[in-house]
């Protein structure tokens, strides 16, 4: 159970405080609703090229990092399609240097045409390491396209393509600027030894006079129904096959969002899961193979990855990972299994929340998911998910129309 | 205390960074047979994490791969317990189990609710005496491992940390000694089981708890591993370490970025300058305000990131400065790297970055030693020390203590580019 107050600001700034006296350190989190879905398609990457812009200085402070380390703490932040989230942890009697930092990248930036062309390569050279220059870094530049044709999960967090980066102008930056990062598209998390009475009176001082900017108007094309299933086959300097599935599932707060999370878990999480058991372990037609969901905000996909045995053919593979799944969705799922699952999911989250930080980080979160409430929720709403449902969702999610498939072969040349 | 008058942003609010860290010396149970339990107790948590650490790592092998796959394959089956009953049982708890293997140690690693440790226990006993290193289980496990290492041997970064590890330590060197895809092939069952009878004796086991540790827990310990007897005397291992200075490059053609390592061997743990060059490490690269950081990244922007870090082991520690950089600034990023070095040589460091290097260490010590989980973490590392956590108190002293000419001096004695071994793996030859 993780207690919280929160309030918010006249400038509409929502605070959420959650007391943790068992720690020196706090944790603060501010989430900024936008994300790489809010993106112009000819000009992606733009959010996640901002989140590193928003290190470069702002109108009062000629660096982020300085002051934060002078007081101890240390920060970092990532973007997503759905948000940008900046956190940062620090010892509790310097929590005011966080205010006066975050408060001031809220109040203005600095905007420095070098501070832009800097970070364009630096994020041209994360763009080269995680993506390019990486064996299987383009699979997910690959298969989002594939899945999504309207909505813009089709592109990643870190771009389309180099050039949108190189593209980005500093007018861009500053329109980008006044229109995302205003105390009204913002959520601050605390965690630690903290008083509510006092972040109040430090959230006032130090973000109360920042103005709110308009309201955001979201025209978020949605994705139409996909009817027939997608393959696509490429070839690349790896060394072995590889297999990606994708299919459309149920956004994060849709009722059905535990349920498709726990398909996941049966299917590919731990070494007794189905799919691992069976294809990895008993046939050995795979080296390496994992299940997921996506977890985002919007409709996400439900995905199963694998590295095919080195001198199996890709196809029979295919074959066996295509049978498997369909045994599965035609024998119940046994009590025992269910209730793994949920064990895991459920020392998953105890583990997780021994840390300030993830406490702070989730509570912002769940309070963009539209209820802060739900945090306390969560492990009842997997706790209930029922045998039946396991097999309606499977049945649904999991079927060829629906279905995105990769096939990313090694080039033997 | 807060004043409620319209900030002031143009001055940074006070910081204190006089922390008092609650350091926990465990205690310290020594089973019958031997067996060292260290007790991090924490009663209102549910998280349970149990360490076992075994005198195992890549040094103590006498045929490369055999530490790290013995240790992988204890959850492979046993004479009890198939590969299957142990996975089911471990997922079903909700319990997570980490198998890792380093230079000098291998580890397993349990996390499960308190709950659910006295059902693991017996599954973990078993693993530890019991594992039986199939034939059909081997070769599935050895080709998934084969398959990692072939992925990995595409990736500019781990092709340069082996080139690296080997010149670093010596070839021939316990420390040195770097797996290739013949390996694989050479690799029995039969080395498993020697490997594993002589270097996972329950007997000479370190295990440390951390969490709701009650003395029920104490007695399921006592019960599953105190009886087990020790059949053969500790091992040791030499590090010969055959060091050059030299310029290594290797070809890896169409690669986008250059994978840069540059460092040389230094000082063990227990040396005098040993802390001192902590602070070093962390002024050159060891922060994201670092001094690379700030020359390479953020003015130049040759890279997403270039770090430095001191990798202390029992018989040996290294240096190593690492990064990815642009394929075209690959060159001009070997000369920063250079420039950095030589600064620390040539001028004290300012007042100024030395009070903040301190007060940010003095905030990760803060950080890294919150609560039980992370104390037991790093009281790990002191087990091949003194295994008393006092080790951090005096780590932390001697980094307030420091000042800039004993720097300087630490600069010149260990930070020489001349005397360090530079790899850069990509696609332009640099000379």
Not at chain 1, 286 to 291: D, K, P, T
Not at chain 2, 292 to 301: A, V, W
Not at chain 2, 316 to 325: L, P, Q, R, Y
Request: aromatic share 10%; net charge neutral.
């Amino acid at each position: 159970m993780i207690q919280y107050d929160s309030f918010t600001l006249d400038n509409g700034l929502r605070f959420l405080v959650h007391h943790d006296r068992s720690t020196p350190i706090v944790a603060m989190n501010i989430l900024y609703q936008v994300g790489a879905k809010d993106e112009h398609p000819d000009k992606t990457g733009f959010a996640h090229l901002f989140e590193h812009l928003m290190f470069g200085g702002s109108v009062n402070i000629p660096r982020y990092d300085e002051p934060l380390q002078q007081a101890g703490g240390e920060n970092n932040a990532f973007t997503n399609s759905d948000y940008t989230n900046y956190y940062l942890t620090v010892p509790k009697q310097n929590l005011e240097t966080a205010f006066w930092l975050e408060s001031d990248r809220m109040l203005d930036l600095a905007f420095s045409p070098k501070s832009l062309e800097t970070q364009r390569n630096v994020v041209i050279e994360e763009f080269r390491q995680n993506y390019l220059n990486q064996p299987y870094g383009d699979a997910w530049l690959l298969l989002k396209p594939l899945a999504y044709k309207q909505h813009p999960y089709q592109w990643n967090t870190i771009g389309k393509e180099t050039a949108h980066i190189e593209n980005a102008t500093l007018e861009d930056v500053k329109d980008f600027y006044s229109k995302y990062y205003n105390p009204n598209n913002a959520i601050v998390a605390i965690a630690g030894d903290v008083q509510t009475g006092d972040i109040k009176k430090l959230a006032e001082k130090w973000f109360g006079s920042i103005k709110s900017g308009p309201d955001i108007l979201r025209t978020i094309p949605s994705e139409p129904e996909q009817t027939e299933a997608r393959k696509l086959e490429v070839k690349r300097k790896v060394s072995a096959d590889s297999i990606y599935l994708a299919w459309h599932s149920c956004g994060r707060t849709h009722p059905d969002y535990e349920a498709v999370d726990l398909v996941s878990d049966l299917l590919g999480s731990g070494q007794s899961s189905v799919l691992f058991k069976e294809l990895v372990l008993k046939k050995a037609l795979f080296a390496e193979l994992s299940a997921f969901v996506t977890g985002d905000i919007d409709p996400g996909l439900l995905v199963v990855t694998g590295k095919v045995t080195d001198g199996i053919h890709h196809a029979q593979a295919l074959d066996a990972l295509t049978k498997t799944l369909n045994q599965f969705k035609e024998r119940p799922v046994s009590e025992q299994s269910l209730r793994k699952v949920k064990n895991r999911v459920i020392t998953g989250q105890v583990f997780g929340d021994i840390s300030v930080l993830s406490k702070a980080m989730k509570l912002a979160y769940y309070t963009y998911l539209g209820d802060t409430a739900l945090i306390n929720e969560q492990t009842n709403r997997y706790r209930s998910v029922s045998a039946g449902q396991i097999k309606q969702v499977a049945d649904s999610v999991i079927n060829e129309s629906n279905s995105n498939t990769l096939i990313y072969l090694k080039d033997n040349d | 205390m807060i004043s409620n008058k319209t900030p002031n942003r143009l001055i940074a609010p006070d910081v204190d960074n006089q922390h008092k860290i609650a350091l926990i010396e465990p205690e310290k149970i020594v089973l019958k047979n031997g067996t060292q339990l260290f007790l991090f107790p924490d009663n209102s948590r549910e998280a349970m994490r149990m360490d076992m650490v075994f005198d195992a790592g890549s040094a103590f092998q006498d045929k490369k791969l055999a530490a790290s796959t013995t240790i992988g394959m204890l959850r492979e089956g046993t004479t009890k317990f198939t590969a299957g009953t142990l996975n089911m049982r471990i997922d079903y708890h909700g319990a997570y189990l980490d198998l890792q293997s380093t230079k000098d140690h291998g580890y397993l690693t349990l996390y499960c609710l308190g709950k659910s440790l006295p059902a693991l226990l017996p599954l973990v006993q078993d693993m530890l005496t019991q594992a039986v290193f199939k034939e059909r289980n081997f070769n599935i496990y050895n080709r998934r491992q084969k398959q990692e290492f072939q992925l990995s041997s595409q990736k500019a970064k781990h092709l340069a940390n082996r080139l690296y590890t080997a010149n670093l330590y010596g070839a021939e060197s316990v420390y040195g000694q770097i797996a290739d895809e013949a390996d694989f092939a050479a690799l029995t069952t039969s080395d498993l089981k020697t490997f594993y009878g002589k270097h996972f004796q329950p007997a000479r086991t370190k295990i440390i708890l951390s969490g709701p540790v009650t003395q029920k827990t104490i007695h399921h310990i006592i019960s599953s591993f105190g009886d087990i007897e020790n059949t053969l005397s500790p091992t040791d291992f030499v590090q010969d370490t055959l060091f050059q200075p030299k310029l290594l490059f290797k070809k890896k053609p169409g690669a986008l970025q250059s994978a840069i390592m540059m460092g040389k061997p230094v000082m063990l743990r227990t040396h005098k300058d040993y802390f001192g060059f902590l602070v070093l490490n962390t002024i050159l690269g060891g922060y994201f305000g670092s001094r690379l950081m700030t020359n390479i990244r953020e003015d130049k922007g040759y890279t997403y990131g270039i770090h430095s870090m001191v990798s202390p082991m029992r018989k040996a520690s290294g240096f190593t400065i690492a990064t990815e950089v642009g394929t075209d600034v690959t060159k001009a990023a070997l000369a920063e790297i250079r420039l950095e070095l030589l600064r620390l040589i040539e001028n004290p460091v300012k007042d100024e970055e030395l009070w903040l290097v301190k007060n940010y260490l003095n905030g990760t010590y803060l950080r890294s030693l919150d609560g039980v989980y992370s104390q037991a973490d790093k009281f790990r590392i002191t087990l091949d020390l003194d295994g008393r956590m006092d080790y951090y108190a005096r780590s932390l002293d001697a980094i307030n203590a420091i000042g800039a000419t004993e720097l300087k001096d630490l600069a010149e004695r260990y930070l020489n580019p001349d005397e360090m071994l530079t790899v850069v793996v990509g696609d332009k030859e640099v000379e």
